[in-house]
């Protein structure tokens, strides 16, 4: 079907809108997201972005691009007036322009949050506050820093003009250098650059004017805290005035950013609901229709076209920003666009491949889409469409679909193997169908779902509900074993309590009224990790964990936009009154719930953006975190322990023992007795260090080696 003639599905995102001199095509950009790459292969950084530029963003916005080097946020950063950074992006530039799409370079000044250890520069701000974030006390910025930091930002747009872009973005967000100037937290002067709220927002008004004159006819995007969720920073009237006065200096348009990485209230992790701060967003878009006519971006945590149709029509926005969901499907807009929606690998707010890794120096990926960021050495050329499905390729057998098996099943077909998928539950997911039982993790439910659909339209054969045994293997060309793990067994003295495994609670959570762990139970979690605080979540939790219609991951088995909507403004305003950001009653937990550790900290071993805010989460809701615990016994009552110098009972009617996991490893040991090739990857092969990251990566890497090495020897 000529694309003219195909059916408009979304018609608010598909109306096109202007952004200065520049027209969209339609109203979902690709936000900005640094990658830890910039300093690296122009050309495998041209192929990350050529790939979301062909799968139809309108508009893709670079990770930031410091003006200076005292600037930058990491020694990972380019900076745009050094050597090699202009030659570097015009690859960039030149590949996304050959894909079809457009591309704006982010102007950027960390600020207080750059560190001495990444160019030996003392950070610079607007006074000299201490930074949580760097754990660093930067130098404030005289007179004439002020004026060559504005001539910087003015320097890098007539770079960027002269390299191609196609806009400018000026970050004045997340608490950044001109965010920092904008909040009387961090801006204690008194002079022209601070004082009062008018002075404050001096400089970023300063900036924003003279990148205008720099950047030609060029769009100027300047995004901008529309909440800092820091205790004394910029209330809603300061940061409405910020938003005219920018506007008033020469901006195209605004992008509302949330919150500083200081901020104690979560902005972009998983437990943040869909679509969560676009009220924000529409109480500035109100408050700057008097200074002009310009499109106001709504961004955070938005991660489907019906959800960012939904903020349109809302009017909440008039152009919705999404970073990560270009991670997990760089194809996003396209196949949903196609009516193809059902496909698309959703963004699950892990932030471990990405986020996580943006604060150090590992490059960035995706913890579901491990080929973002190695397009060039995973090119999308399906071995498939030119076989055709299922057929004369090797036969190829992975055993367990949990994440490194699903992913290793399609990694295998896609480069052309005929591909059996064994999983001994009654439907694919594995760990991750545990995940998307608790509050805030759906997505992880979703992500396991749309593997599905993307399995069978590869051809891929799936059986269910029984384990694969050796004898089922043994015609196959090679055997992927991704059998996973199970929970380590825990031996303490004792007994009377009933006495589980993690495994075993979360199912019996799934079941309707949870009978076996009913509403008000004393539950006992031995253990403390990452899997510990989320059932500590699941437990405390509000709402029912299975109710009528749906299936055992709390995703509705006959969903419907109108009921994703309704679920997800639920949500919504839960979190924001959790978090004091609207009036409401907090529920009470429904169990009283303990976890403990022999040693180390509550969620070790969560990635550094989810753990804080997890266990927080926890303790608001009343759970009760014990480490440095020595255990003595089970009793009739609970579990007794030692803890900070005296012993205690934890009265308990559940135990649950969450203490780390082994290997699934049995059928790896029979079918090296039997001689059958294999390859082991995941939990399967080990549990030190495993993560979700770790087995999508192995299963994609698996799953295209042994295919690729069985056709060679075919």
């Known amino acids: 079907m000529d694309a003219a003639a195909r059916p408009v599905r979304y018609p608010m995102v ?13 109203r979902v950009v690709m936000g900005s997201m640094h990658l830890n790459r910039e300093r690296g292969d122009a050309a495998a950084l041209a192929a990350f972005y050529a790939e979301r530029a062909r799968g139809g963003a309108a508009l893709i916005v670079t990770g930031g691009a410091s003006v200076s080097r005292v600037g930058a946020g990491g020694a990972g950063y380019g900076i745009v007036r050094e050597a090699g950074f202009a030659a570097s992006w015009r690859v960039v530039v030149d590949a996304v322009h050959e894909a079809g799409g457009r591309i704006a370079l982010q102007l950027f000044h960390a600020g207080r949050y750059a560190s001495t250890s990444s160019f030996g520069l003392t950070p610079v ?39 191609g872009f196609d806009g400018v973005e000026v970050m004045a967000s997340e608490g ?26 001096a400089l970023p008004v300063a900036v924003v004017r003279a990148v205008r004159g720099a950047a030609a006819d060029v769009p100027v995007i300047v995004r901008i805290s529309g909440a800092d969720l820091v205790e004394g920073s910029s209330g809603p009237d300061d940061v409405d005035a910020l938003a005219v006065a920018v506007v008033e200096a020469g901006a195209d348009a605004i992008d509302v950013g949330i919150g500083w990485h200081e901020s104690r209230v979560p902005t972009v992790q998983s437990m943040v609901p869909h679509a969560a701060f676009t009220g924000i967003a529409a109480r500035i878009r109100g408050a700057v229709r008097d ?23 809302d009017g909440a926005a008039d152009i919705v920003s999404m970073a990560r969901p270009f991670l997990a499907d760089p194809h996003i807009v396209a196949v949903s666009f196609a009516g193809q929606a059902a496909f698309v690998n959703p963004c699950i707010g892990c932030n471990e491949a990405c986020i996580d890794r943006s604060f150090g120096v590992e490059p960035v990926s995706c913890t579901v889409n491990p080929r973002a960021g190695r397009e060039l050495e995973f090119p999308l050329v399906p071995a498939v469409a030119a076989r055709g499905v299922g057929g004369g390729g ?43 039982a ?14 599905t659909r993307v399995l069978d339209r590869l051809g891929v054969e799936v059986r269910t509900g029984r384990a694969a045994t050796a004898d089922d293997l043994a015609g196959y060309a090679h055997v992927i074993v991704a059998t996973g793990v199970v929970p380590r067994r825990v031996e303490l003295p004792g007994g009377g309590p009933d006495i589980i ?20 139970a004393r539950v006992a979690v031995i253990g403390a990790g990452g899997i510990a605080v989320d059932l500590a979540h699941l437990l405390v939790d509000a709402v029912d964990t299975c109710t009528e219609g749906e299936d055992a991951a709390g995703t509705a088995r006959h969903g419907s936009a109108d009921r994703d909507a309704e679920r997800d403004g639920a949500e919504r305003d839960g979190f924001l009154v959790e978090h004091g950001l609207r009036a409401g009653v907090v529920p009470e937990p429904r169990r009283q719930v303990t976890i403990m550790r022999r040693h180390g900290r509550i969620g070790a071993g969560m990635g550094i953006t989810t753990r804080w805010a997890a266990v927080q989460a926890i303790r608001r809701r009343g759970v009760r975190t014990l480490s440095g615990v020595e255990y003595r016994r089970i009793e009739p009552d609970g579990v007794r322990i030692d803890v900070d110098g005296a012993t205690q009972l934890i009265e308990a009617d559940v135990v649950v023992i969450a203490a780390g996991q082994t290997p699934h490893a049995e059928l790896a040991a029979q079918l090296q007795e039997r001689g059958i090739p294999h390859t082991v990857i995941g939990g399967a092969r080990s549990t030190a260090g495993l993560n979700a990251v770790a087995a999508f990566e192995e299963g994609l890497r698996a799953g295209d080696a042994v295919a690729r090495a069985a056709e060679a020897s075919g």
């Open 14 to 26: 598909q109306t096109p809108v202007r952004v200065g001199a520049l027209t969209l095509p339609h």
């Open 291 to 313: 200074a002009g006519v310009v499109p106001v971006i709504a961004s955070n945590r938005i991660n489907s076209l019906a959800q960012a149709e939904r903020v349109l029509a």
């Open 394 to 436: 090797p036969r190829i057998a992975v055993v367990g679909a949990g994440p490194a098996g699903m992913e290793a099943a399609r990694a295998a077909a896609f480069a052309g193997a005929r591909v059996t998928l064994f999983e001994s539950a009654d439907r694919i997911g594995g760990q991750f169908l545990l995940a998307g």
């Open 438 to 451: 608790v509050p805030g993790k759906r997505d992880f439910a979703e992500s396991a779902v749309s593997f």
């Open 176 to 201: 950044y250098l001109l965010n920092q100037f904008a909040s009387p937290v961090t801006n204690l002067r008194d002079d022209a650059w601070g004082g009062d709220a008018a002075r404050r927002r």
């Open 501 to 520: 495994d993690y495994a075993q609670a979360f199912a019996r959570l799934r079941e309707p009224g949870a009978p076996l762990l009913p509403v008000g």
């Open 125 to 163: 701000a607007p006074s000299a506050v201490p930074s949580a974030f760097s754990g660093e006390t930067p130098v404030a910025l005289d007179d004439d820093g002020i004026a060559a930091t504005i001539a910087d930002f003015a320097a890098a747009a007539g770079v960027a003009v002269e390299v």
